[in-house]
C-alpha cells in the first residue's frame, strides 16, 4: 500500500518570493514516480513536474522544482518567485512504475495564497 | 493537441435520481481513469480502464456506480441512485505508456451536487 502525506493544509506565501510544499511517502516498491499537480479554483488538476525514483537530479520545470530526499521519503516542490496565479490547491501524488498505468495515490493538498 | 473533455461541468440533481457523466480523453491514450474528489480531500480513483478493459475497479461502489468504455475511447460514467454523499467532483484523466513512466492528464471535471 501506498501513502501521501501534506502536512501543511494551507500557506500564505508574498508575491515573488520563494515557497516549499512538503510531501513525504510511504511505499514498499522499488521503483515508484512521484507527481505534483497543481488545482485552480476552476477544478482541473494541472501537471507540474515529476520525479522518478531512479533519477539521481531533482526534477525542475521553469519555476518548479522538487526537492527528492530519498532516503527520508520526501518529495517537496519548490515554487520560485511566486505569482498571483499561483494561488490554488496542490496535491503530492505517486504510483508504482511496473507498467503502464498503475493508479496515483493522492495526498490531502495544500492550498496556497499568493499576497500581492 | 486537444485535451481531456469532460461534460456535464455541473450537475445538481435530487437524491435517488440519476445521472451520467461523459470523458473523451486526449487522442491516443491508451488508459482512461475515473477520479471522486470529496471538497477538501485529493482524488480517489473509482475505476481505470486499459483500452475497454477495466483494470482497476476496487473502489467502485458497484451498487450504484457503474462505467463503460466500449469503443476503447470515450467513457461514461453514471450513478443510480445518487446519494447525498456522492456529492463531489469526478475527474477523467488519461495516458500514455512511454515504457518509462505514464502522467496523468486531467480534465476540467464535473461538480455534482446532490440535495
Known amino acids: 500500500a501506498q501513502k501521501i502525506t501534506q502536512t501543511q493544509p494551507g500557506m500564505f506565501v508574498q508575491e515573488k518570493e520563494a515557497v516549499t510544499l512538503d510531501c513525504t511517502y510511504d511505499?514498499?516498491?522499488?521503483?515508484?514516480?512521484l507527481f505534483w499537480y497543481k488545482q485552480p479554483s476552476s477544478g482541473e488538476m494541472i501537471f507540474l513536474i515529476y520525479q522518478g525514483s531512479y533519477d539521481e537530479q531533482n526534477a525542475t520545470e521553469g519555476r518548479y522544482s522538487l526537492n527528492f530526499q530519498k532516503a527520508r521519503k520526501s518529495a517537496n516542490l519548490v515554487i520560485s518567485a511566486s505569482q498571483l496565479g499561483d494561488s490554488a490547491m496542490y496535491f503530492c501524488?505517486?504510483?508504482?512504475?511496473?507498467?503502464?498505468?498503475?493508479?496515483?495515490?493522492f495526498g490531502g493538498g495544500t492550498r496556497v495564497l499568493v499576497k500581492p | 493537441e486537444a485535451g481531456v473533455a469532460q461534460s456535464p461541468r455541473y450537475k445538481i440533481i435530487e437524491k435517488r435520481q440519476s445521472v451520467a457523466f461523459w470523458c473523451n480523453p486526449i487522442s491516443g491514450h491508451a488508459t482512461l481513469y475515473w477520479y471522486q474528489q470529496i471538497l477538501g480531500q485529493g482524488p480517489k480513483l473509482l475505476i481505470q480502464?486499459?483500452?475497454?478493459?477495466?483494470?482497476?475497479d476496487s473502489q467502485l461502489p458497484k451498487d450504484r456506480f457503474s462505467a463503460e468504455r466500449l469503443k476503447g475511447v470515450d467513457s461514461t460514467l453514471k450513478i443510480q441512485p445518487a446519494k447525498l454523499e456522492d456529492s463531489a467532483v469526478y475527474l477523467c484523466a488519461s495516458s500514455f505508456w512511454t515504457g518509462g513512466t505514464d502522467t496523468q492528464y486531467f480534465g476540467p471535471g464535473t461538480r455534482l451536487t446532490v440535495l
Open positions: 511505499t514498499s516498491d522499488q521503483s515508484y514516480g
Open positions: 501524488a505517486m504510483r508504482p512504475i511496473k507498467a503502464a498505468g498503475n493508479k496515483l495515490t
Open positions: 480502464f486499459q483500452n475497454n478493459g477495466v483494470v482497476d
